[in-house]
């Protein structure tokens, strides 16, 4: 049981760093309306699918994703987390970085709180560093 949203992202981050489908999973919630797409796929809706998907996501391993720069809003019952995720690739080169951004969405239900929704899609090398278009205004 998640006691907040930050903990079910948390866990769901820490799980495709270990490549554990069945943690992964018990982050994502019960319901068969759960989508995930992940980026320049299609949209995967339900439980079952969302599992697969991320089987077949995870079967090469490990994957080494970074949060950075969340964006939160915050409801009682929905959390709204959009943020940058720097991917880490190990080729014969070396380590390569790319960037995706991601929304994800989590609820709170009776076990706490739940992803409904993972959306990732690529993003350009620059989103991974501040960028002054990319933060909320400020009043002075």
């Not at 690529?122 to 009043?139: F, I, K, R, Y």
């Amino acid at each position: 049981m998640f006691a907040t949203p930050e903990e079910a992202e948390h866990a769901f981050y820490e799980a495709l760093e270990q490549a554990d489908c069945v943690r992964l999973m018990q982050v994502w919630a019960d319901d068969e309306e759960v989508v995930c797409i992940h980026p320049g796929g299609l949209r995967i809706v339900g439980h079952s699918a969302v599992h697969e998907s991320w089987q077949q996501v995870l079967s090469n391993g490990p994957l080494h994703v970074r949060p950075l720069r969340p964006l939160v809003m915050l409801s009682m019952m929905c959390a709204v987390h959009v943020l940058v995720e720097q991917v880490a690739v190990r080729t014969r080169e070396g380590t390569q970085f790319a960037n995706c951004y991601a929304t994800n969405i989590y609820h709170k239900g009776p076990t706490g709180w739940r992803m409904v929704m993972h959306h990732a899609s690529s993003a350009p090398t620059e989103a991974g560093v501040l960028d002054l278009h990319d933060v909320p205004d400020m009043l002075h």
